[in-house]
């Protein structure tokens, strides 16, 4: 049969993907291997630096890594449980693994594993995961929308989800000052830079203000944080003063902060996450205030309790509300 | 020392660590005892003729490390701590009580000597491997122990930590597996066939040895040969052991994987043990 080629102006048919840039704004400036690099520049001055990972080298962006220091990498194979059980002796012996591997496998597959061997024995070990949230096409086997909602409920764990390449860089070392176990949402690859515009830097367990707004302010985290400043902007066009407070540290969370942001009157309060709304930034938000309380309106905007789809990132960011139109949609017509 | 005067006095030191073990045993009136009188052996060796350590610094960076993987055999690890002078015998008392630095399942955070927290089973391996690595990258001449149970082989953590050993070449790691063929729900073989063990973990890459796990010459000769091994590759002992060893009334009981004993028969299984003609 012949084929007859279309006359019509189709849009470009968006493929399946776990590549972060597939879900940057266009023309946003991205950084390569923001982690990867970062690790280096960290390593040349800690000796004590190690680089792990479970066949998962090339998608953490820890092998640039292993190939500036091939003597202090471990490839342990697919093998998470041994990945996090490794981690926690060379930890004992002194050292300090930065343990790579996806979100799932490190949430799902080996938490008892991290649970007993690191976070109960208060080892000195940093966790990068990349994949976390809704940030792979591959459906429920690659999607983390639950790792918050685990590690939370971790002891010992120190959580952080930052936003962009900038904070990447900056808290790979602020991994290292902290002593214990650490669980950094790892946005791999091409990855977006937005807060070298805000004048931002990194401090562990503090929340920051972004940009101010009068109608609405808008709690987030990790990649959120670059989708509710677009939105805000978006909101400003539509004369909605929306105020974005950036929330690295899920885990100890910022309560002071927090608390002092919403008690503001007269302004309703969003939590945006990239994860499930249960057990993650929102209800942890949503929990500080009813302790304190505090009683703004309260939303929040996160992936729904299902298996997500299988498809290109861009379409399932929109189907499940975490897109910038999608999040702006949200607040308008709740406000 | 002759090796003979060597086995009579690791002998006493096994029967007191068996003593140890059951007297915790009774201030609980229950416990994992049938596992820490079949050990009591592997122990004595380990902590009386292999292992480098000093009782007074149980930190020491020159230490061989003992990684107990089978948590619930805390109270023989316990006994031998307490033997070895790294726990007091006054402690022997508080065991598995409110407060107590020894908790009725291992854990690292509370006992001196304690090397990691185990309990879920199947975490010990995979933590000896990193910690070979590790010491390997300091450069250290410490030897790894670490001891599990042949129903932790069900793990799949095991065959990882058992490829990646051998992947390594970690010639500093002795692992000795206690098998006893017994688990919660019944014989281990019947839970799960492991067998043939000696060749399934040769075939992984490993220097493996099978011994009567209760008979000292043979436990000694095997932790030797162990350390001497001259190919760079890991060691294993397979240890064939007898729930309640030297306590006639409690090998022969069949419900052994978690004891109860009466209260009348901790005094007569003391006896046994003082008398020694069943060892």
């Given at each position: 049969?012949?084929?007859?080629?279309?006359?019509?102006?189709?849009?470009?048919?968006?493929?399946?993907?776990?590549?972060i840039?597939?879900?940057?704004?266009?023309?946003?400036?991205?950084?390569?291997?923001?982690?990867?690099?970062?690790?280096?520049?960290?390593?040349?001055?800690?000796?004590?630096?190690?680089?792990?990972?479970?066949?998962?080298?090339k998608?953490?962006?820890l092998?640039?890594?292993?190939?500036?220091?091939?003597?202090?990498?471990?490839?342990?194979?697919m093998?998470?449980?041994?990945?996090?059980g490794g981690?926690?002796?060379?930890?004992?012996?002194?050292?300090?693994?930065?343990?790579?591997?996806y979100?799932?496998?490190?949430?799902?597959?080996?938490?008892?594993?991290?649970?007993?061997?690191?976070?109960?024995?208060?080892?000195?070990?940093?966790?990068?995961?990349?994949?976390?949230?809704?940030?792979?096409?591959?459906?429920?086997?690659?999607?983390?929308?639950?790792?918050?909602?685990?590690?939370r409920?971790?002891?010992?764990?120190?959580?952080?989800?930052?936003?962009?390449?900038?904070?990447?860089?900056?808290?790979?070392?602020?991994?290292a000052?902290h002593?214990?176990?650490?669980?950094?949402?790892?946005?791999?690859?091409?990855?977006?830079?937005?807060?070298?515009?805000?004048?931002?830097?990194?401090?562990?367990?503090?929340?920051?203000?972004?940009?101010?707004?009068?109608?609405?302010?808008?709690?987030?985290?990790?990649?959120?944080?670059?989708?509710?400043?677009?939105a805000?902007?978006?909101?400003?066009?539509?004369?909605?003063?929306?105020?974005?407070?950036?929330?690295?540290?899920?885990?100890?969370?910022?309560?002071?902060?927090?608390?002092?942001?919403?008690?503001?009157p007269?302004?309703?309060?969003?939590?945006?996450?990239?994860?499930?709304?249960?057990?993650?930034?929102?209800?942890?938000?949503?929990?500080?205030?009813?302790?304190?309380?505090?009683?703004?309106?309260?939303?929040?905007?996160?992936?729904?309790?299902?298996?997500?789809?299988?498809?290109?990132?861009?379409?399932?960011?929109?189907?499940?509300g975490?897109?910038?139109?999608?999040?702006?949609?949200?607040?308008?017509?709740?406000? | 020392?002759?090796?003979?005067?060597?086995?009579?006095?690791?002998?006493?030191?096994?029967?007191?660590?068996?003593?140890?073990?059951?007297?915790?045993?009774?201030?609980?009136?229950?416990?994992?005892?049938?596992?820490?009188?079949?050990?009591?052996?592997?122990?004595?060796?380990?902590?009386?003729?292999?292992?480098?350590?000093?009782?007074?610094?149980?930190?020491?960076?020159?230490?061989?490390?003992?990684?107990?993987?089978?948590?619930?055999?805390?109270?023989?690890?316990?006994?031998?701590?307490?033997?070895?002078?790294i726990?007091?015998?006054?402690?022997?008392?508080?065991?598995?009580?409110?407060?107590?630095?020894?908790?009725?399942s291992?854990?690292?955070?509370?006992?001196?000597?304690?090397?990691?927290?185990?309990?879920?089973?199947?975490?010990?391996?995979?933590?000896?491997?990193?910690?070979?690595?590790?010491?390997?990258?300091?450069?250290?001449?410490?030897?790894?122990?670490?001891?599990?149970?042949?129903?932790?082989?069900?793990?799949?953590?095991?065959?990882?930590?058992?490829m990646?050993?051998?992947?390594?070449?970690?010639?500093?790691?002795?692992?000795?597996?206690?098998?006893?063929?017994?688990?919660?729900?019944?014989?281990?073989?019947?839970?799960?066939?492991?067998?043939?063990?000696?060749?399934?973990?040769?075939?992984?890459g490993?220097?493996?040895?099978?011994?009567?796990?209760?008979?000292?010459?043979?436990?000694?000769?095997?932790?030797?040969?162990?350390?001497?091994?001259?190919?760079?590759?890991?060691?294993?002992?397979?240890?064939?052991?007898?729930?309640?060893?030297?306590?006639?009334?409690?090998?022969?009981r069949?419900?052994?994987?978690?004891?109860?004993?009466?209260?009348?028969?901790?005094?007569?299984?003391?006896?046994?043990?003082?008398?020694?003609?069943?060892?």
């Amino acid at each position: 049969m012949k084929v007859t080629s279309s006359t019509t102006t189709a849009k470009p048919r968006l493929t399946t993907s776990a590549m972060i840039a597939s879900i940057a704004a266009e023309g946003q400036p991205t950084r390569a291997a923001p982690f990867g690099h970062a690790l280096i520049e960290l390593a040349r001055r800690r000796p004590e630096v190690v680089g792990m990972t479970a066949d998962l080298g090339k998608y953490t962006d820890l092998h640039v890594f292993a190939k500036e220091f091939p003597d202090r990498y471990y490839q342990m194979g697919m093998a998470e449980q041994l990945l996090f059980g490794g981690a926690s002796g060379l930890a004992a012996e002194g050292f300090m693994p930065f343990v790579t591997t996806y979100a799932v496998f490190a949430s799902r597959r080996a938490y008892d594993f991290i649970h007993q061997t690191i976070a109960e024995e208060d080892r000195n070990v940093k966790i990068a995961c990349a994949l976390p949230g809704l940030t792979s096409g591959y459906g429920p086997s690659h999607q983390a929308a639950e790792d918050l909602a685990l590690f939370r409920a971790m002891p010992n764990m120190t959580i952080i989800d930052p936003c962009d390449a900038l904070e990447i860089e900056q808290v790979v070392p602020a991994m290292a000052e902290h002593h214990g176990p650490v669980y950094m949402r790892l946005l791999r690859g091409q990855v977006p830079l937005v807060l070298d515009e805000y004048d931002y830097k990194f401090e562990l367990g503090k929340a920051k203000q972004l940009r101010g707004g009068d109608d609405v302010l808008i709690i987030s985290s990790g990649l959120l944080t670059m989708r509710a400043l677009e939105a805000a902007k978006k909101l400003e066009a539509d004369r909605i003063g929306a105020s974005v407070l950036h929330v690295p540290t899920i885990k100890p969370l910022d309560v002071e902060t927090i608390v002092a942001a919403c008690r503001r009157p007269g302004r309703a309060v969003v939590v945006a996450e990239n994860h499930t709304i249960i057990g993650g930034l929102g209800e942890a938000v949503a929990a500080v205030l009813m302790r304190e309380r505090v009683h703004p309106a309260f939303h929040t905007i996160g992936l729904p309790d299902e298996f997500l789809a299988a498809g290109a990132l861009p379409t399932l960011h929109d189907r499940y509300g975490i897109s910038t139109d999608a999040i702006v949609g949200s607040v308008k017509s709740w406000l | 020392m002759t090796v003979q005067g060597h086995n009579v006095s690791l002998h006493e030191r096994a029967r007191r660590i068996r003593c140890h073990a059951l007297r915790m045993g009774e201030v609980q009136g229950q416990g994992y005892i049938a596992q820490a009188l079949d050990i009591a052996d592997v122990l004595a060796v380990a902590y009386f003729h292999a292992m480098r350590y000093r009782p007074e610094d149980p930190d020491w960076e020159e230490r061989d490390r003992f990684l107990l993987s089978n948590g619930h055999y805390a109270i023989a690890l316990y006994a031998a701590l307490i033997e070895a002078g790294i726990v007091p015998e006054a402690e022997l008392e508080t065991y598995g009580f409110d407060d107590s630095r020894l908790p009725m399942s291992g854990m690292a955070s509370y006992t001196p000597g304690m090397e990691m927290s185990g309990g879920s089973l199947g975490l010990g391996l995979a933590i000896a491997v990193g910690r070979c690595l590790g010491l390997k990258r300091k450069g250290s001449d410490s030897f790894v122990y670490t001891l599990f149970s042949d129903g932790e082989l069900d793990e799949g953590s095991k065959w990882e930590a058992m490829m990646s050993a051998a992947h390594y070449k970690l010639d500093n790691l002795i692992a000795v597996v206690d098998v006893n063929n017994q688990q919660a729900d019944g014989p281990s073989g019947q839970m799960m066939g492991f067998e043939p063990l000696v060749d399934k973990v040769r075939a992984f890459g490993w220097f493996v040895q099978r011994v009567d796990g209760n008979d000292l010459n043979a436990v000694v000769a095997a932790f030797d040969a162990a350390s001497a091994h001259q190919e760079a590759v890991p060691r294993m002992i397979i240890a064939d052991t007898v729930m309640g060893k030297g306590v006639p009334f409690l090998e022969a009981r069949e419900r052994n994987h978690f004891m109860r004993v009466d209260a009348n028969e901790w005094k007569l299984a003391l006896a046994a043990l003082q008398d020694g003609s069943q060892l």
